[in-house]
């Protein structure tokens, strides 16, 4: 938008003026917030309203993201930067005696989202906007995120995250667009005289769900789409209510919508994760299909109006609900129900870990939603006999949706969408040929890849705006709107100033977050060592302590010979462990542990050290990221199924550390393999030992000193208070089989540790190396990933861009 800096000051002190009766000298950053972020509304208000019309009278066919999480960040910058006035604004406020970032930290980062997933979320919408894909987010307006994380002696310690405490400057709820959800409660069908089943409730209750809106602007164009989430509401009552129950009965309703579940890749359950489920399921197709009537298109084009975006298995029950609304509301017969359901619904899966998928049982289902589940019995009847008569028995046993008691979330998903895709090529194919093996045979179309990929503006333009800046410098500022331009940085590969401004920027960054750590944690650390970063959900399968073990075995080699030529380093971590995951746990006490006893060890000096960020989040990742130097992506070949910070952390000029795992390998194809540091086995290799049952970790403890003294270290009183982590951990490793090939692993990573030691030391080649991972960095952002979405899986129309 055009904004001159006078009107900007003008508006922003009229706003400060009629909110808080305040003028500028005298407003504190909480108002100066708030002020601007009124100011940002209004500013973007007409074009939101705009394109909702332009949307409608146009008919445009509209996408739906349903997604469990949403993991935003804060959007203050961000707003501003879409909106082309984050430059004015600074100055502006500057003018004003006004520092930009003490205001912007004022705002809560809301942590609606576990990890990958639910920041996927949040760079899908960003995308849709800026690329003018007519595309919404759906989800639930949780009271508290993720928790907040605390170490106490070491341990984590979880603390609720109210990020609703001062208000949501960015959300209008909308009371108006309310709609009720039914849960419990009996039902039966009757035939009525036009020869359709109506069916009748009784004793069902009611739930309001409330809608709150959150524009989501494009990137410098006039596209403002919606983030809708869903609060839950006691409906309005009749007098006659008795007061205690009430109370009793709103306590019940209104924790639908209180709280995230802090579980990522493991499946519990629980009957108030179901309630959610449903809550915002049947919430948002319910006003989908509101907002479709307006349009006076008849039910059975709905597909061609509509696509409705599964995000894992979580919101699956868009399948059965999409049917009773066109079934019992609609009065459509079965067949032409199914086919406008499977034309408008698609699904992405984000994880082949057998725990993490969702299987709830029956009587669980038939209680909660009864309707919903004869559906679902229904949808599972005609597949088998459907696919009964074209296929094996036993194929039709391993696929159908209802078994064994339960309801599998993952086969409703996919037996009712046309699209399944995938989030990396490596996934995809495991998904094919292994995981979902038999429904690829059945429906062979239906699945596709579509790699992950991240918002460039929060990721680099916001979140390193030295590089940004550097990078204008030389090659112009298309890439911002088309980022595969950023190759052009290539032909800077030999130039030696461009290679020392970007080791200068790196520089900068670093002892930006050094001050922070010193700030925050009293930790002192070497702008000049090598920062080596492993941020991400702690899950054993992401070994971060295979990144340990190897810590030990610098420590000791530091010990044993205090001269012993080791570049320094600082290894950072960030990482939340779901509450139940004791062992996760134990891996967060293990590590706090390992770095008090190496950071307060007088004989290695400034060689090692270790830096374990509380809270980890997208807060947190937009200060670490700009100053890596190193990038550890080493889970178990096949087990992560994209991964994103790997991309992030590329587009910030860190050389990633890596195994064969999922977009790794893309970025491996990009970089080529002098550009970025592969080790362990390959997903084959992992498969073959499944197969032959033929990995024996104790061997590799019998049998490598290196090694043996590192585990030894757990169980032998070497790191002060951890008797009975170390012991466990000890004996997964080495007593119960090494689930993650940890020990099978190490000494190719230690390996691979010892090239990026060498590498370091030659800084313009290694500069070299980050330069060409920064210009390769393009292909992975969420813009060209939705736009594959948005043509091959959703059919609807987007802006053209060059990829
Ligand atoms: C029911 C518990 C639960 C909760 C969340 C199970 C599974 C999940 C998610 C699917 C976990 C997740 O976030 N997966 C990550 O998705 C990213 C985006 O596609 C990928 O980049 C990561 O590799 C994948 O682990």
Not at 78 to 98: A, C, F, Y
Not at 432 to 443: A, G, N
Not at 539 to 560: G, T
Not at 622 to 629: L, Q, W
């Amino acid at each position: 938008m055009e904004l001159s800096k006078r009107r900007f000051k003008e508006d922003f002190k009229r706003m400060l003026t009629e909110l808080y009766s305040m003028d500028v000298p005298r407003s504190d950053p909480a108002e100066q917030y708030f002020t601007l972020g009124n100011l940002v509304r209004s500013y973007s208000a007409r074009n939101w309203s705009r394109t909702n019309q332009h949307y409608l009278d146009r008919k445009q066919k509209q996408v739906y993201y349903f997604s469990m999480e949403f993991l935003l960040g804060r959007m203050l910058k961000s707003n501003l930067l879409n909106l082309g006035i984050l430059d004015t604004v600074r100055s502006g406020l500057k003018e004003l005696g006004i520092d930009l970032e003490t205001v912007a930290k004022v705002e809560l980062d809301p942590g609606l989202g576990n990890g990958g997933l639910g920041r996927l979320a949040a760079c899908f919408i960003d995308s849709m906007a800026t690329c003018e894909i007519p595309g919404h987010g759906n989800g639930i307006r949780f009271k508290y995120g993720l928790f907040k994380q605390k170490f106490v002696n070491g341990y984590q310690v979880e603390l609720p995250e109210n990020w609703l405490q001062n208000g949501n400057v960015w959300e209008i709820r909308r009371t108006n667009m309310a709609v009720t959800v039914n849960f419990y409660g009996k039902v039966w069908l009757e035939k009525c005289p036009e020869g359709y089943l109506i069916p009748h409730y009784e004793n069902d209750s009611k739930v309001l769900a409330v809608p709150y809106d959150s524009p989501v602007i494009g990137y410098r164009n006039e596209t403002v789409n919606t983030l809708r989430l869903w609060s839950a509401e006691m409906p309005p009552q009749d007098e006659s209510t008795d007061y205690w129950s009430y109370i009793q009965q709103r306590n019940r309703i209104e924790s639908i919508s209180e709280v995230l579940y802090p579980d990522d890749s493991n499946f519990e359950g629980r009957l108030l994760r179901l309630k959610q489920e449903y809550f915002f399921v049947s919430a948002g197709v319910q006003s989908i299909i509101r907002h479709f009537r307006k349009m006076n298109v008849r039910m059975n084009r709905l597909a061609e109006k509509v696509s409705i975006h599964i995000n894992d298995t979580h919101p699956a029950l868009c399948v059965p609900e999409l049917m009773r609304i066109l079934l019992d509301e609609e009065h459509m017969d079965w067949e032409h129900a199914w086919n406008v359901t499977v034309n408008v619904m698609s699904y992405t899966n984000h994880t082949i870990m057998s725990e993490a998928l969702e299987k709830w049982p029956t009587d669980m289902i038939s209680t909660l939603l009864p309707r919903i589940y004869q559906i679902i019995c229904e949808i599972d009847r005609r597949y088998a006999v459907k696919m009964g008569a074209l296929y094996e028995r036993e194929i039709i046993e391993r696929t159908r949706i209802i078994e064994g008691g339960h309801v599998k979330m993952a086969h409703l998903a996919i037996i009712g969408s046309h699209s399944i895709n995938g989030v990396a090529k490596l996934h995809t194919a495991i998904l094919k040929e292994k995981v979902l093996h038999d429904f690829f045979l059945m429906y062979p179309s239906r699945f596709n890849n579509k790699t992950n990929g991240i918002a460039q503006r929060r990721w680099l333009m916001l979140a390193n705006e030295p590089l940004r800046r550097m990078i204008d410098s030389k090659i112009g500022s298309d890439w911002e709107s088309m980022p595969t331009e950023l190759k052009m940085l290539k032909a800077f590969r030999n130039d030696e100033a461009t290679l020392r401004d970007l080791a200068e920027i790196k520089r900068i960054n670093k002892e930006r977050f050094a001050a922070y750590v010193q700030q925050d944690m009293g930790l002192t650390i070497n702008p000049d060592a090598i920062f080596d970063v492993q941020i991400k959900r702690l899950h054993a399968y992401k070994r971060q302590l295979l990144n340990l073990l190897h810590i030990l075995s610098l420590y000791f080699k530091l010990k044993d010979n205090p001269a012993a030529d080791i570049y320094p380093r600082v290894f950072i971590f960030g990482a939340k462990a779901a509450p139940s995951y004791t062992y996760a746990k134990e891996i967060i006490k293990l590590v706090n542990s390992v770095a008090s006893l190496i950071n307060k060890d007088p004989d290695i000096h400034d060689k090692l050290k270790i830096v374990f960020v509380e809270n980890y989040g997208v807060s947190l990742a937009e200060r670490i990221i700009p100053a890596a130097d190193v990038s550890e992506q080493i889970s178990l070949a096949s087990k992560e199924a994209s991964g994103t910070s790997n991309m992030k952390l590329m587009l910030n000029g860190a050389v990633t550390l890596a195994t064969l795992d999922g977009a790794n390998v893309e970025i491996r194809d990009r970089v080529g393999d002098e550009n970025i540091i592969i080790f362990g086995l390959k997903e084959e290799e992992v498969y073959e030992y499944y197969h032959n049952r033929s990995y024996h970790s104790k061997s590799y403890y019998d049998n490598n000193p290196v090694l043996r003294r590192v585990l030894d270290a757990l169980i032998d009183g070497t790191i002060p208070g951890i008797e009975a982590e170390g012991k466990d951990i000890f004996n997964s490793l080495v007593l119960y089989g090494d689930e993650y090939f940890v020990l099978k692993d190490f000494d190719a990573y230690v390996l691979a540790q010892e090239n990026i030691d060498r590498l370091y030391r030659d800084p313009l080649k290694w500069q070299r190396m980050a330069l060409i991972n920064i210009a390769d960095a393009g292909v992975f952002s969420s813009d060209y990933t939705v736009l594959q979405y948005a043509t091959d899986i959703w059919d609807v129309a987007a802006k053209a861009r060059r990829v």
